[in-house]
């Protein structure tokens, strides 16, 4: 009798999405740019030190993208980012999505996502909106956008009369600004593309992309303690579960 080899075993669910990497990278597949071209870049997002890679559902070909690097990148912790709507939240759990970001949320998207068990980074930009997650025991967060809606000075406000809500911000924030929000102790990530240049993307070229993300893990030596990353260490990133993370 022939033995039948056992199914893959499926991923642990992620505890944390926000402790995946101190810079989470979206990806967005534009230009006529090919699903199968996210496989190498996550690979050099990956072996730069950002595990994380969220593959935004903005063209026809992004469920394709994360469902390609899911399966062909074992150490990615691939999600789908712009999930609006809660039949994007299932086909992104079906594609192999290990999380979730959207730019706000409703009290229908978090039903879904509940149901789908694949967590989910909403996103807010108010005092209001955090409080209104926390009633509903929703504690990891997007910040979104975070530049026009105020900045590190906006979120260190919010430390302290919310000190139970974690963020990502993104929207606006590039390698001149991520350290003033990782120093923050509310920010253990922030999202951001300017490690995947377009021009970069186009020529593939991969060792760039490596390099560039390399720097960018290392701006997380201090995510979340309130201690800027030049304080000291040499950053990288989280090995538990996360516009550009926009």
């Known amino acids: 009798m022939t033995d039948v080899p056992a199914p893959p075993t499926p991923p642990a669910p992620l505890s944390s999405v926000l402790a995946l990497s101190p810079v989470l990278p979206v990806v967005v597949l534009d230009g006529g740019a090919a699903p199968a071209e996210a496989v190498p870049l996550a690979r050099a997002l990956v072996a730069g030190g950002l595990r994380g890679v969220e593959i935004t559902l903005r063209t026809a070909d992004a469920l394709e993208a994360v469902r390609r690097v899911a399966a062909e990148v074992p150490r990615a912790v691939v999600g789908a980012g712009t999930v609006l709507t809660p039949e994007q939240a299932v086909g992104a759990r079906e594609a192999g999505a290990r999380f979730l970001v959207s730019p706000g949320w409703t009290d229908r998207l978090l039903a879904a996502a509940r149901e789908t068990g694949?967590?989910?980074?909403?996103?807010?930009?108010?005092?209001?909106?955090?409080?209104?997650?926390?009633?509903?025991?929703?504690?990891?967060?997007?910040?979104?956008?975070?530049?026009?809606?105020?900045?590190?000075?906006?979120?260190?406000?919010?430390?302290?009369?919310?000190?139970?809500?974690?963020?990502?911000?993104?929207?606006?924030?590039?390698?001149?600004?991520?350290?003033?929000?990782?120093?923050?102790?509310?920010?253990?990530?922030?999202?951001?593309?300017?490690?995947?240049?377009?021009?970069?993307?186009?020529?593939?070229?991969?060792?760039?992309?490596?390099?560039?993300?390399?720097?960018?893990?290392?701006?997380?030596?201090?995510?979340?303690?309130?201690?800027?990353?030049s304080a000291g260490g040499t950053g990288g990133g989280g090995v538990s579960a996360g516009d550009r993370c926009r």
Request: proline letters at 11%; one cysteine or more; charged letters at 20%.
């Open 118 to 229: 694949v967590p989910l980074l909403p996103g807010v930009s108010t005092a209001s909106e955090v409080m209104a997650l926390l009633e509903r025991g929703v504690t990891e967060m997007k910040f979104f956008p975070a530049r026009a809606a105020g900045g590190p000075v906006y979120l260190r406000a919010l430390a302290s009369p919310l000190s139970r809500a974690r963020f990502c911000p993104t929207g606006g924030v590039g390698p001149d600004s991520a350290a003033d929000y990782l120093a923050l102790p509310n920010v253990p990530c922030v999202g951001g593309s300017w490690m995947l240049p377009p021009e970069a993307v186009r020529a593939r070229d991969w060792g760039r992309i490596e390099r560039l993300a390399r720097e960018a893990a290392r701006l997380g030596a201090g995510a979340g303690t309130g201690v800027p990353a």
